[in-house]
């Protein structure tokens, strides 16, 4: 049974989140991050809240695909390989480029098991998001499940206190608070003080591609926003596109290219455009951290922006995996508790989550030089990086190894200076 409350519950809830003798945490969004994250942090002896602003009930219908090195922790770690399956994903096999001519340029394999462990899948948005809430939300798991209260706007927080407002006046308090509110997000104005607005990347998208055993399918087609034929003004996620608009756009492509598109039916292609946020100074403050698109959002050139929330729930995950709220008398965590935790977390993800974002902008670039038909972009260029990843832990280990040799090769470089000025003072001496 997936746990949505009622309002009545939610005053309850309220009440009980200062009352409550658990850990306590409140996830801001109930989207992709905002459901990983209450996944990973479920355990005994806590109390995970999810705010979202929406009714949950919209049917938005595009395909996401999850990255290996997001699909192993959704599969694996967190059991959801089975429920999944039900659901008919499809494994990516890999890509080809072709020119404008119709002629293929490149082709890259992407069966990853023997590699890196596991396959790229691609997943109806709606079936991925179905088979998380079930799993935060859902009493056939064992501790207590998550709840999701829902149409609960949030508007901003006290980071320090660890306090959540809601537009109609509720008070959520709460150990740790986590802004899983995507790009607009109101909590990273919270945690940053300023308000850091989405940039414009001059491109649209329009999504298709295979999903549940094929019967569904959905086309990614990226064009810059003045070739779109489009007004690119205010696209959101459900607004829709118009398919004579969007067939003169592509005119110049191959008709076997071109085909699919005619089969589209009316209001089957949405239009977004395109957005991500520069790399932040920060995601944390006080009893807060943010955490997917809120933190971090990319383009989906790399299709890297759901598999790096659920990267980052990880995270959030293990590093409290063990607090000591339950034993021995421990009733909650002081602020320099979360603060200490929620730093391990920022410096494990921060570089990898920002590296993923600037290629996933530098994969924005076109694909050909200007006046040419050659293709120069490979897609494969950033495979070792993005799915040679194991965990938080994991990497976190891998980091500091890294960091060691950094740190070693310094310290040789400054003791062979060291030597060298040695030698030269010896040398000038009569
Ligand atoms: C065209 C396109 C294609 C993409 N394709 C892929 C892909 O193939 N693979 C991939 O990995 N990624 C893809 N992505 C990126 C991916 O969809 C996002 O990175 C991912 O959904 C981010 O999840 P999130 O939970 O951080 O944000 P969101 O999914 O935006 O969820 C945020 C949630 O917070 C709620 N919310 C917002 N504000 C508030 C508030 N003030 N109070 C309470 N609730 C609030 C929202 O209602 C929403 O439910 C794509 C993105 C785009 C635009």
């Known amino acids: 049974m997936t746990r949505i409350i009622s309002k009545a519950k939610q005053s309850q809830i309220i009440k009980e989140s200062i009352m409550t003798e658990q850990f306590k945490a409140i996830i801001v969004g109930g989207g992709i991050a905002g459901l990983a994250t209450a996944i990973a942090l479920r355990a005994p002896n806590r109390k995970i809240t999810i705010l979202e602003q929406s009714s949950l009930n919209r049917e938005i219908g595009a395909i996401v695909s999850l990255q290996l090195n997001a699909s192993k922790t959704v599969e694996k770690t967190w059991n959801l390989a089975k429920t999944l399956q039900d659901k008919g994903p499809m494994m990516d096999e890999g890509f080809q480029v072709y020119n404008l001519d119709g002629e293929r340029q490149m082709r890259i394999p992407l069966s990853t098991t023997e590699k890196y462990g596991a396959e790229r899948m691609l997943y109806h948005r709606i079936d991925l998001h179905d088979a998380l809430k079930k799993r935060a939300t859902s009493d056939e798991w064992p501790s207590?499940?998550?709840?999701?209260?829902?149409?609960?706007?949030?508007?901003?927080?006290?980071?320090?206190?660890?306090?959540?407002?809601?537009?109609?006046?509720?008070?959520?308090q709460a150990d740790l608070i986590i802004g899983a509110d995507g790009i607009k997000s109101v909590v990273r104005g919270s945690v940053l003080g300023i308000k850091i607005s989405a940039l414009r990347t001059g491109h649209s998208a329009m999504i298709m591609g295979p999903a549940r055993n094929g019967s569904v399918y959905s086309i990614v087609a990226m064009v810059p926003d003045e070739d779109m034929n489009e007004d690119a003004s205010n696209t959101s996620w459900t607004t829709h596109g118009d398919i004579p608009k969007m067939q003169e756009t592509f005119a110049d492509f191959p008709e076997w290219a071109r085909g699919p598109l005619s089969c589209i039916s009316d209001g089957e292609v949405g239009m977004w455009q395109l957005r991500d946020i520069d790399p932040l100074p920060t995601w944390m403050k006080g009893r807060v951290i943010i955490v997917g698109d809120a933190a971090h959002?990319?383009?989906?050139?790399?299709?890297?922006?759901?598999?790096?929330?659920?990267?980052?729930?990880?995270?959030?995950?293990?590093?409290?995996a063990d607090i000591d709220v339950g034993k021995d008398g421990v009733t909650s965590l002081s602020l320099e508790q979360i603060k200490a935790i929620n730093e391990k977390i920022f410096a494990c993800r921060y570089k990898r989550a920002t590296t993923i974002q600037r290629y996933s902008r530098q994969t924005a670039k076109p694909a050909t030089e200007e006046g040419s038909v050659k293709v120069k972009m490979s897609p494969s260029d950033f495979m070792d990086y993005n799915c040679s990843y194991n965990g938080a832990l994991e990497w976190a280990r891998r980091q500091a190894e890294q960091d060691k040799v950094v740190d070693d090769i310094e310290k040789m470089r400054i003791v062979e200076r060291e030597v060298q000025a040695e030698e030269v003072t010896i040398q000038v001496q009569p």
């Open 297 to 320: 959002a990319m383009l989906p050139t790399q299709g890297q922006g759901a598999s790096q929330a659920i990267e980052v729930a990880e995270a959030v995950g293990a590093f409290y």
């Open 144 to 172: 207590e499940p998550a709840e999701i209260c829902v149409s609960s706007r949030v508007t901003h927080c006290d980071c320090e206190e660890g306090v959540v407002y809601t537009q109609t006046g509720e008070m959520f």
